[in-house]
């Protein structure tokens, strides 16, 4: 496993260049791989998540060649049984989305995942699902997950909590059930789904929080290569460390600027940088254009429930930003726990081993940054996004800082340890 050794920052300056959406990405082959014919995606995300994704779907059949570095070409035809079992691997996206598909398909498919994913709470999808005239089985609603998939019967669920990856589930079996499939979501989540549809010839309605798609929709191949635009998760990390150090600007071009997503620059706005949000292009119909961050003077912040489902993923790089100078309280946020890890105890625990005053709750916690850290050895549990949340820290710290399990950064970001080192003055 490696470890990730990083020094005190003078800066954080330059022009990085993030990898495509993650979000998106699932999305696009998603969806692709249902249309029979070829769509060619661009500046596919580069992550192991992704990766999944798309091995799943060539074991369900499905071609997909590489034609450039980050350029696909996907021809959908239909499913076929899967000689084994399916693996999403790290990656909740992936076996969620797949699985509102899969239970549409007229054979036995499993999905499994890695011992962080096997931990992961499925029953948000089973639930709904089984409703539908799905079978799956579960190790007490977890995964493995074995999908005797059929005939569907739409329906209006009412998800208990905020999850893009429920919705979309849900919505993707409707597209192959019989009737209307409307989701009532208790807050906006990310709205990729939505969005991608129409790319690919399929219709879906939105009415504020309610979203319905008629059943026996068909899939056709997007008529022009599909370009996913950067990942402002990925982006955020750059953003919140340029809020951080002293002397810092970032800029960033061809990223996501869907509103559902970058709830993260109000609050960095309220911890005290300096942010210019430009969009110059709507691709796929999703917002793409430029941000600026600079480094301004500290102040202390909350995020609020309401706030959580826009920045859900964002909260550990916010966190690191606050470490350095700057009080933050978060609520509302016990989502975390489900994630990659328990964000919040592993966050707090690695936090703290950076020498960062920092208090767990059940909900959220609560970050104290006006001592500086010391830097020191953190365990980032095999959680892409707390890699990037302990670099930010040890860059402000006073001493050198060692990140252990630091290779799950790949899942979203590869080229991070290249990209941070460049940036870094
Ligand atoms: C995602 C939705 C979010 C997010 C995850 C990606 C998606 O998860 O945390 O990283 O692509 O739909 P939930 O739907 O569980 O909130």
């Known amino acids: 496993m490696h470890s990730l050794n990083l020094s005190p ?37 580069s992550g192991a998540d992704v990766a999944a994704t798309l091995a799943c779907l060539r074991a369900l059949g499905v071609t997909i060649v590489a034609k450039a570095p980050n350029v696909v070409a996907v021809t959908g035809r239909p499913w076929t049984p899967p000689p084994e079992a399916l693996d999403a691997a790290n990656s909740g996206t992936t076996m969620r989305l797949l699985a509102g598909l899969l239970a549409t ?12 994913l096997s931990q992961r709470p499925m029953g948000r999808i089973i639930d709904p699902l089984t409703v539908m005239g799905a079978h799956i089985a579960s190790r007490g609603g977890r995964a493995p997950l074995v999908i005797d998939g059929g005939p569907l019967q739409g329906l209006e669920w009412a998800p ?77 990390t750059w953003a919140a460390a340029a809020a951080a150090v002293p002397g810092s600007r970032v800029c960033i071009r061809g990223l996501a600027l869907n509103p559902r997503r970058i709830g993260f620059l109000r609050v960095l706005q309220r911890l005290g940088a300096d942010i210019a949000v430009e969009q110059d292009s709507l691709e796929g119909g999703e917002p793409v ?116 399990n630091a290779d799950c950064v790949a899942v979203s970001y590869p080229t991070f340890e290249s990209d941070l080192r460049q940036l870094v003055t």
Not at 12 to 23: A, F, L, N, Q
Not at 26 to 41: M, N, T, W
Not at 196 to 212: I, S, T
């Open 289 to 404: 254009g430029t941000m600026t961050v600079v480094y301004g003077d500290r102040q202390d912040t909350c995020i609020t429930p309401d706030e959580v489902p826009g920045l859900i993923d964002e909260l550990p790089v916010l966190a690191a930003c606050a470490a350095t100078g700057r009080c933050l309280e978060v609520s509302g946020a016990q989502e975390l726990r489900v994630k990659e890890s328990d964000r919040i105890t592993a966050l707090v625990t690695g936090l703290r081993a950076l020498g960062v005053d920092a208090e767990e709750r059940p909900d959220g916690f609560v970050i104290d940054g006006r001592r500086r850290a010391s830097g020191g050895r953190a365990d980032a549990v095999g959680d892409h996004r707390l890699v990037m949340a302990f670099a930010i820290v040890a860059l402000g710290a006073a001493g050198p800082s060692q990140i252990d």
């Open 160 to 236: 208990p909590v905020p999850s893009a990856q429920v919705k979309s589930a849900v919505l993707l079996a409707g597209l192959y059930a019989a009737g209307t499939t409307t989701v009532l979501e208790p807050a906006a989540t990310r709205d990729h789904t939505e969005r991608a549809l129409p790319l690919f010839g399929m219709a879906c309605e939105v009415d504020g929080l309610r979203v319905r798609v008629a059943g026996g929709q068909r899939a056709t191949p997007a008529s022009a290569p599909l370009r996913v635009p950067g990942d402002p998760s990925g982006a955020a």
């Open 9 to 45: 920052a003078r800066a954080v300056r330059g022009t990085p260049e993030i990898p495509g959406d993650k979000s998106i990405s699932h999305r696009y082959a998603l969806l692709s791989a249902l249309a029979p014919g070829e769509s060619v995606i661009e500046r596919l995300s």
């Open 105 to 116: 398909r007229p054979f036995r498919s499993t999905l499994t995942g890695d011992a962080s």
